[in-house]
């Protein structure tokens, strides 16, 4: 029987995410990138890049970032953090990203393993981008590519599930989305529904920076990491009794 934990700190959930699993400790990897104002805008100009896949059976192909400065890719030290902590539970799971962008982090669950990633991002030239790119790896077959709003179709996506395989859920929005109070509220919805509906051996990752008041996260058993200005926070479902609640 699990117990309920406290929310700050070092969660002691049954994944057991420690530090040495990154082969970082906490907040020792520099997030140049990300080290932009609260809001979410870069304070520097963008330009068309590729970004490298980490790890995985896909592991130094490279896909396109378009440079445009409405996505804010991760840098490879945290992504490569972030799944060295999820580890073997990205293997077979179904994944969900959330607020594509750049498309890195669902082309890496891929190359790790996923059986499929559902996709959803809003903006039509970065999802012809993610197109392109997907055609490139040649996986398009386990790609589920969703061109709208990630607040008007989450909530169906992390509704109750047709089989048992565990969830991966990437939420990585602007950080401006955090610190606004309706759009704060439609992001632990989706947190919410992860919690009531996933599978047994699901996670989730939401990304969050630094500044971020994680208290005004919904309750559960979180895991905070931080990586220079970024915060990874990761939570599973409730087990209680061999249940999710």
């Given amino acids: 029987m699990s117990k309920k934990h406290p929310r700050r700190g070092k969660s002691r959930s049954s994944r057991k995410f420690d530090a040495a699993q ?10 140049s990138a990300a080290k932009a104002p609260r809001g979410g805008k870069s304070a520097a100009k963008t330009h068309a890049t590729t970004l490298r896949i980490i790890g995985g059976s896909m592991r130094g192909r490279t896909v396109r970032y378009h440079g445009a400065a409405y996505t804010r890719p991760m840098k490879d030290s945290v992504r490569e953090n972030l799944f060295n902590i999820l580890g073997p539970a ?10 594509a ?8 669950a891929i190359s790790r393993g996923a059986n499929g990633v559902t996709m959803v991002e809003q903006s039509r030239h970065a999802m012809k981008t993610l197109k392109d790119s997907a055609s490139q790896l040649g996986i398009e077959d386990r790609l589920n590519l969703i061109i709208g709003d990630t607040f008007r179709i989450a909530l169906k996506l992390l509704g109750p599930p047709d089989a048992d395989t565990p969830w991966v859920v990437f939420l990585c929005p602007p950080y401006r989305m955090w610190e606004d109070e309706t ?4 992001l632990n919805q989706m947190i919410r529904a992860f919690l009531e509906h996933a599978p047994l051996g699901s996670v989730l990752v939401a ?3 630094k500044f971020f008041d994680t ?5 559960a058993a979180w895991d905070f990491r931080e990586y220079g200005n970024v915060r990874l926070c990761f939570v599973e479902p409730a087990v209680i009794c061999g249940m999710n609640l």
């Fill in 90 to 99: 990205v293997r077979g799971a179904v994944g969900f990203d959330l607020f």
């Fill in 207 to 209: 990304e969050t920076d």
């Fill in 22 to 31: 990154t082969g970082h400790q906490d907040g020792d990897a520099d997030d």
């Fill in 101 to 108: 962008g750049t498309g890195a982090i669902a082309f890496e």
């Fill in 183 to 186: 759009t704060l509220g439609k």
């Fill in 215 to 219: 208290a005004r996260l919904p309750a």
